[in-house]
């Protein structure tokens, strides 16, 4: 019993952290459509530039603050200056301009702050002895400070889609962005604010996430593997549904720790493979997931 | 047959967006039909087959055959990087047949081209095979694996399957570190160099192994292009296009898109594994956290997008840029700028010159010099894509 509530807690854990990349992913596909590549790596610059104001001296809440600020303004600039000028124009342009942030962003972190891994900072009480007990299993703060972080940006966003008029727009926008154009939203300014919530989201993930992540340092590829993990659990949820993240990152994160736990089969180490796995088979079988809405084309 | 030429000149001067996109399709092997620029001067029309057409043809296949002399006379340091290049080369044009002709962006061909590498590497280690005759079993390898990987493609648009082949791409090191005892895991597999001798029948001794590999990279690659001129001008091949271009009107001419999408996945990965085996010959080591990650997957993209979409040449130039853009970049930016250089290019590329540089020099070729069909047939590949290609 002890050893599965272990599994379980962090299961969540991990699950909580692919909960938040998987939302920053679901943001931007409510509105936009399209799938931001380089969600991941907005995430990593903005964890280098938390670790950056650190070393310098910042207490990490206020680096974490202005990390996200960083964050909100180049998710806002890469919309607005390179995402929509081909959106327009077809889906693989579009992908292409993705992985183009994809790698330059990765560069430019190893050239701006060199390639060697970093020690981060912890936000969260992290040392051997804080942790509640529960039936004898161990829960660390820093698991439950995740956990509690995904949970107050999952109120927030649900907050903003149905209680703000913004999120109103923002849901028209993505619903029928010519008819939301039509009565009177600035449907470029509600892309925009978007892609800057959504890479708000993924920095505050990172600096949550990057200690606590298996080799608790800051390195170039950190981020590879979690976006990949956090697009298994939005395809599997449903892109488009904040509900379809939570249960599929969640999901997600429990089943692959019981199976690291109580399956030998996969050796420990073929997690991403199964994330591929699960993605081939969503695509297939269910492409719009679980709670996904279903989409229809014009022809 | 003005009435679409004409509307694509006039998008030329008025609208620059417009003149990309009509610019990226038809550099994707649909050349427009002869017509005369209001310039003033017309361009030099000739007909495909005709006795200027096959002399400009000679002109080219001996140059290329010089270019290729020269290459084998190169030092062992310069040989190597143009042997690298021609790898690169073929793995790229393995990679045009799913992104350029067919329109399946995938973000995971580092993987099909570790697929092939480590599939020469175990069968040369383990079981002793002589590396040259590794290919045939790597194309059929990396056939299946593209297959399913291409499944996602039987029922949804390109951005979910470039989903799934970003996963591809990043699971495929955790793969070879699982399998550690076929593939060595994380510390690499080593093929000894006595291992890859050259056939005696060649002539070359062991110390000539990178003439060798030149010589049979060439080889490879002038075979892969034949193979991709004629798959892209076969019925096959239009049916690739036109599912690109426009699913529905495909869809709609009797093309079945879920076979030619996931086939044309398939041959892709086959064609880019081949460029695997060449790279582990080349090699001798293979340690997939190196030279199979995701990094070298977007690598490969870039230097397609570089070289240009759908076009034949396109995977040539493109090999070029990846093996030289890091060479020349090396000492910039603590090493990691090529990869900045990589994603400046590609947005750059993608704003201001979709067709890539081969589509570009072909565009401006296509100001002076045109190749029109022959004679009238009823069946015209080039002007029963071009209609398709111009619709919105």
Partial sequence: MQIFLDRLSSGLTAGSIYVLIALALVVVFRCSGTINFAQGEFALFTCFVAWWLSTKGWPLALALIASMAVGFVMGMVAERALIRPVRRRSEVATLIVGLGLFTGLNGADGWIWGPADKTFPELLPHSPNDYISIAGSRLHYDSIGIFVGMLLVVLLLTLLFNRTPFGLQMRAVATNAESAALSGVKVGRVLSVSWGISAAIGSFAGVLLVPVLPPNQLDLSSFFSILIFASAAALFGGLDSVKGAVVGGLGLGVVESMLNGYGTFLGGSLQLTLALFIIVVVLVFKPTGVFGARRIERV | ?392
């Fill in chain 2, 1 to 392: 047959m003005t009435a679409t030429s004409v509307n694509g000149e006039s998008f030329d001067r008025g609208r620059p967006d417009d003149a990309e996109l009509v610019a990226a399709r038809e550099s994707a092997g649909a050349p427009r039909p002869a017509h005369p620029t209001h310039r003033g001067r017309r361009p030099w029309v000739i007909e495909r087959g005709s006795v200027p057409h096959l002399s400009l043809l000679l002109i080219g296949l001996v140059l290329s055959a010089a270019v290729i002399l020269w290459g084998s006379g190169l030092g062992r340091f310069d040989q190597g990087q143009l042997t690298r290049v021609i790898i690169y080369a073929i793995a790229i044009a393995g990679l045009n047949i799913a992104t350029g002709y067919t329109g399946l962006v995938s973000v995971g061909h580092s993987a099909f081209f570790g697929l092939g590498a480590y599939t020469t590497g175990i069968l040369v280690v383990q079981a002793h095979w002589r590396a040259e005759a590794t290919i045939p079993v790597a194309v059929v390898v990396c056939f299946v694996v593209g297959l399913i990987v291409g499944l996602p493609a039987l029922r949804i648009r390109g951005l979910y399957l470039a989903i799934a082949t970003l996963a591809f791409g990043v699971a495929f090191p955790e793969v070879v570190a699982r399998f550690a005892s076929l593939t060595g895991g994380a510390s690499g597999l080593t093929i000894r160099r006595t291992m890859l001798r050259p056939p005696n029948w060649t002539g070359f001794t062991l110390g000539q192994k990178g003439e060798w590999l030149y010589w049979l990279s060439v080889a490879i690659l002038v075979l892969v292009m034949f193979v991709v001129h004629n798959l892209v001008r076969s019925r096959y091949g239009l049916a690739l296009m036109a599912s690109r271009d426009n699913e529905i009107a495909a869809a709609s001419s009797g093309v079945n898109l879920a076979v030619v999408k996931t086939v044309a996945f398939g041959v892709s990965g086959a064609l880019t594994g081949v460029g695997g085996c060449l790279f582990a010959m080349y090699l001798g080591s293979l340690v997939a956290n190196d030279s199979f990650t995701l990094l070298n997957a977007i690598a490969l993209l870039t230097g397609l997008v570089i070289g240009g979409e759908g076009t034949r040449f396109g995977p040539l130039l493109g090999g070029l840029a990846v093996v030289y853009i890091p060479y020349y970049s090396s000492n910039i930016g603590q090493g990691e700028s090529a990869a900045v250089i990589f994603g400046a290019a590609l947005i750059v590329i993608v704003f201001l010159a979709p067709e890539g540089v081969a589509g570009a020099v072909m565009r401006l070729i296509g100001h002076v010099l045109r190749v029109i069909p022959r004679t009238p047939k009823p069946y015209q590949p080039e002007r029963s894509a071009a209609p398709s290609a111009e619709l919105p």
